[in-house]
């Protein structure tokens, strides 16, 4: 006899997943086929959309390291990042400019982190509100709104750069002006959402892996452009470049159609539920007793957390944050809040040793911009293939019961997700140990690998999610990883200047380690997973 536990989340699995085609109640969008898009819309309608901002961010991130340095040279460092116990005493042998000495390097570095902390304080006040707001205008309306202001944002490299009496200052307000529409971690809340909108749970890590696919192919062909620009051109074209490829894709986002249907926002308009897990696919979590209730009540259906139930202030506050528990025997209550602190600490070892990889090569090898933009176009492509070649292969290897019940799909995507953070780890440590340059094109093939811990996580989560909500956890999820950009660019810049003259590659061997934390925190919710699948068998 069929397990009824297995067959309810199967049954719900197949009633959460949106319905794509028009039905005889008319409840979609009556979109008439346009002759430029004649096609329903589809996960793979945002593979351009974030391929596109992926280009467009791929040359700044080899590029705006190396701008800051000319800019530090020409008009000197400001004030503010100036080291006051120095009188330029600290060139190495062999250094024949000041640009070249440890105090330069420092000043970079903290000067890069101030920049993108200030962007990701901005990113963490409103991803949650752009991906909330897009559960009710629409994912299409919402990405415009971020490539817009996107578009702007990019422009203030060039102003700073060709009006030479404006403060370096400036280039604050164009990371902040970034950091308002969301940066990049909206677009990829927004995307995921999108694509969550129109394909079943026990796909969603597969596409996941393929729009992370379009990102990081964009962002090594960007790079890939951005170092032959820089080479033949001069630098600066390249800064000409990211706001014309950004003005792209808003004219591309008025193309596509819409995910999210009128029946659909009219509800998430008026409604008033305390949850939504009558319409997800939802299992209770909190303990065994509730499978005994009597057989007249679905097995599925959690108990509603209205403000008459019996919860405590801490349980309140974490349903506040988090509106949905994990899916059908996951083992503990609090498992989504620990797996979102687990991006957390790991996008604060990867945001943290990538904004100062660049500094580090440039100050501890002496690479050029054009060198940089390679590694770039080299991790870039390395993880187009990991995760479009590689990370299908692990999911065919995944077992048989995955495609309709959550509880193994989910199990198997946390092995997924605890591997890839290893393999970071190593990452890091290849960097930290490297005694050459060409040890970073090693860590970016090692990194790609690693990097299948995103779209695994992303997985996860989104099976936990009544359609309508989708937004609004994703943008939960990004908000624990833009505070994580909050703090990673500013603190490891300071431990990078702290360590510089002793241990210029220390910074890494912090982030393998701080990487290794986070697996720590999956490692407890997989064990608890899999002892509740087995308590309960």
């Known amino acids: 006899m069929d397990d009824p536990v297995a067959v309810a989340a199967a049954h719900d ?36 959309v974030i391929f596109l901002a992926g280009l467009a961010v791929g040359p700044m991130v080899a590029m705006y390291t190396p701008l800051i340095k000319q800019l530090f040279c020409e008009r000197g460092i400001p004030d503010l990042f100036k080291d006051k116990n120095s009188d330029h005493l600290f060139l190495l042998p062999g250094d024949e400019n000041d640009c ?90 927004l995307v995921h959402s999108y694509a969550s909108d129109v394909s079943s749970p026990e796909q969603r890590t597969v596409i996941f892996g393929r729009m992370m696919a379009g990102w990081y192919t ?77 057989n007249t009540l679905s097995p599925n259906i959690a108990k509603p957390t209205g403000p008459n139930s019996h919860q405590s202030w801490f349980e309140r506050i974490i349903r506040s944050i988090v509106p949905e528990p994990l899916p059908h025997r996951l083992g503990g209550k609090y498992s989504v809040v620990v797996l979102m602190i687990t991006c957390f ?9 990538m904004y100062q990889s660049s500094n580090y090569l440039i100050y501890r090898f ?15 492509l390395s993880r187009l293939v990991s995760l479009t070649v590689l990370l299908p292969l692990i999911k065919k290897l995944s077992p048989a019961g995955a495609k309709t019940n959550p509880a193994i799909a989910i199990s198997f995507d946390l092995k997924v997700m605890i591997v890839g953070l ?16 060409e040890g970073f094109y090693i860590g970016g093939m090692t990194g790609a690998v690693g990097s299948l811990f995103f779209p695994a996580t992303r997985g996860v989560m989104s099976q936990s999610v009544a359609p309508e909500l989708l937004g609004k956890t994703l ?63």
């Open 366 to 380: 002496k690479w050029t911009g054009t060198e940089l933009s390679y590694m770039g176009a080299i991790q870039g």
């Open 13 to 48: 699995a197949q009633e959460s997943t949106p319905l794509l085609k028009r039905n005889n109640n008319n409840d979609h969008v009556d979109e008439t086929p346009k002759w430029y898009w004649p096609w329903p819309a589809a996960y793979w309608a945002t593979i351009p």
């Open 100 to 189: 070249d000495s440890p105090e330069y390097s420092a000043a970079i570095a903290k000067f890069y982190g101030v920049l993108n902390s200030l962007s990701a304080v901005l990113i963490t006040l409103t991803v949650r509100y752009w991906s909330s707001l897009s559960d009710k205008i629409g994912r299409r309306k919402t990405m415009l709104i971020w490539a817009i202001g996107t578009t702007v944002a990019q422009t203030f490299p060039l102003v700073v750069y060709y009006n030479k009496g404006m403060s370096l200052y400036f280039l604050w307000v164009g990371s902040l002006i970034e950091g308002m529409v969301g940066s990049i971690l909206c677009l990829l809340a």
């Open 345 to 353: 600490f790991a996008l604060l070892s990867v945001m943290g040793a």
């Open 218 to 294: 964009g962002l090594g062909i960007g790079s890939a452009i951005g170092g032959v620009v820089a080479k033949k051109f001069g630098m600066i074209t390249v800064f000409w470049f990211l706001p014309t490829i950004a003005l792209i894709d808003v004219l591309y986002l008025l193309m596509i159609p819409e995910s999210l249907t009128v029946a659909k926002l009219a509800g998430n308009n008026k409604s008033n539920m305390p949850n939504s897990q009558s319409q997800a696919t939802l299992i209770d979590v909190d303990g065994s007793s509730n499978l005994e209730r009597s």
């Open 475 to 537: 943008g939960t999820l990004a908000t624990f990883e833009s505070f994580a950009a909050v703090i990673a660019p500013a603190l490891y810049g300071w431990i990078y200047a702290l360590t510089l003259r002793t241990h210029p590659s220390f910074v890494f061997s912090v982030a393998a380690f701080v990487i290794m934390m986070a697996s720590g925190l999956a490692v407890t919710v997989a064990v608890a997973h899999r002892n509740e699948m087995k308590r309960r068998a």
């Open 422 to 437: 290893w393999i970071e780890a190593v990452t890091f440590l290849i960097y930290a140990l490297s005694p050459v340059g």
